[in-house]
């Protein structure tokens, strides 16, 4: 039995079992709306009751964690006891987490979200080269950061601000050019920040990685202003040109090391390949894996990839 974590609108995951289907695996999907209790929890083993369904620990053959979580006390909620609840599910679930890493999976719930920064020191751990960057909270550290690079961008530690207006319409805050003129305008303290050289790229790469194989499609963003910073604000009018792409070998084995060293065995990570020294430059990595964009337009079927490591 293959057991899948994700949401409920998690169409990626969807497709997947698409092709479990189509294989005849049987398997189980536990999204954030699914009823999941706990009938017992020995030394031996577990056994849940998934939405009607018994499931024994013994029984599960292999896991893919996508997304979400287990959420063992909702049945049991009272105003007076809400904090007690919430301290036992969360002990009660880490032990969890534990019970499945030691299942056959693909990706796993303590590698759900990786810290950029620690993925900034294992790039200069594996020799994968990244932009120079700095977190800061002072403006005169800042105007010495770009008096150095020259050109540099902020982005997000983690995931990108957003916010809903009066009209209900999303804005979100994406990778953005920072010029000398907003530097000057800042206080001369501010809430620390990311910062990091601007690669000036000849193109940039989407990168998908499955249990050793690299699957890369570029991106030739540069051309449009609208993108040529972050590709993710897109131009629906004038798409970016695309096609699939190679990486060399002697990157694979640094990626690859580099991935293993966090215990990733699927995850998806951006790259640009400058224009000016012509190198490759790590940029980003999704410990999740987002695949569909690469997938389709590369005709590399993804979704049968995965549900044939499943």
Same mark, same amino acid.
């Not at 966090?262 to 012509?278: R, T």
């Given at each position: ?14 497709? !997947? ?276 964009? !690469? ?16």
């Amino acid at each position: 039995m293959i057991l899948i974590f994700s949401i409920d609108d998690d169409y990626s995951t969807s497709r !997947v079992i698409n092709w479990l289907i189509y294989l005849k695996k049987e398997f189980i999907r536990i999204n954030e709306s699914t009823s999941v209790k706990l009938i017992s929890l020995k030394d031996q083993g577990f056994s849940l009751n998934i939405d009607g369904k018994i499931l024994k620990s013994n029984e599960i053959s292999k896991i893919w964690y996508r997304r979400g979580d287990l959420y063992l006390m909702n049945n049991f909620k009272s105003k007076h006891i809400d904090n007690y609840l919430s301290i036992e599910n969360t002990c009660l679930v880490e032990y969890m987490h534990y019970a499945f890493d030691k299942i056959n999976s693909v990706n796993n719930f303590k590698t759900s979200d990786i810290n950029k920064l620690y993925i900034l020191d294992l790039c200069k751990r594996f020799n994968v080269l990244a932009p120079n960057y700095v977190v800061t909270s002072f403006k005169n550290v800042l105007i010495d950061f770009y008096n150095k690079e020259k050109n540099i961008i902020s982005k997000p530690l983690n995931a990108p601000f957003s916010v809903y207006d009066s009209e209900n319409s999303l804005h979100m805050a994406y990778t953005c050019e920072i010029v000398l003129d907003d530097i000057q305008s800042l206080p001369d303290e501010f809430v620390p920040t990311f910062f990091q050289k601007n690669i000036i790229k000849a193109y940039e790469l989407r990168c998908f990685y499955l249990n050793g194989s690299f699957y890369a499609m570029a991106i030739f963003s540069q051309n449009n202003n609208k993108t040529k910073v972050d590709f993710r604000n897109y131009d629906n009018s004038k798409p970016n040109r695309i096609t699939p792409y190679e990486l060399p070998k002697s990157y694979k084995r640094k990626i690859k090391k580099l991935l293993d060293a966090i215990g990733l065995n699927c995850a998806s990570f951006d790259i640009v390949y400058s224009k000016e020294d012509h190198q490759y430059y790590f940029l980003d990595l999704n410990p999740i894996g987002q695949f569909g964009m !690469v997938s389709t337009p590369c005709n590399y079927n993804l979704e049968k990839q995965i549900a044939l490591n499943l």
